[in-house]
């Protein structure tokens, strides 16, 4: 079984920035990534990761301003700088047994694996 949680959310003024983390236990994924869901929209891929660092892959909305990073398997991080209020969501670690290639890494359906959420709320 696999068992995430994640942390780091909160309040932060526009431009600002935040750190996420989330704990990764059971066995080893090596296909990892972040999501975000504002409120009466969909989820939405953020970043993507491959364990051994291969291949990252972000959203159009968040390049240049977000990084994903990891330790090693257990953890893995979302650096969220020069935030704007549109970064306001849930935002989700979640981790996948498939293959993901850059087509999609995004499509939400691709991962069987979920942490709880942790809120960002981001004020103009």
């Known amino acids: 079984q696999v068992h995430l949680v994640e942390s780091g959310g909160g309040s932060v003024q526009a431009g600002g920035s935040l750190r996420l983390s989330c704990t990764l236990s059971g066995r080893t994924m090596y296909r990892r990534a972040w999501f975000r869901q504002a409120p009466g929209k969909e989820r939405e891929g953020v970043a993507f990761?491959?364990?051994?660092?291969?291949?990252t892959w972000y959203s159009d909305s968040v390049k240049g301003r977000f990084t994903i990073s990891q330790d090693n398997a257990k953890k893995l991080y979302l650096q969220m700088n020069t935030m704007e209020p549109e970064d306001t969501a849930m935002y989700y670690c979640?981790?996948?047994?498939?293959?993901?290639?850059?087509?999609?890494?995004?499509?939400?359906?691709?991962?069987?694996?979920w942490g709880q959420g942790t809120q960002v709320t981001v004020a103009s």
């Open positions: 979640a981790a996948s047994s498939t293959s993901i290639t850059e087509d999609t890494w995004g499509d939400w359906h691709q991962y069987g694996f």
């Open positions: 990761i491959y364990l051994d660092g291969s291949s």
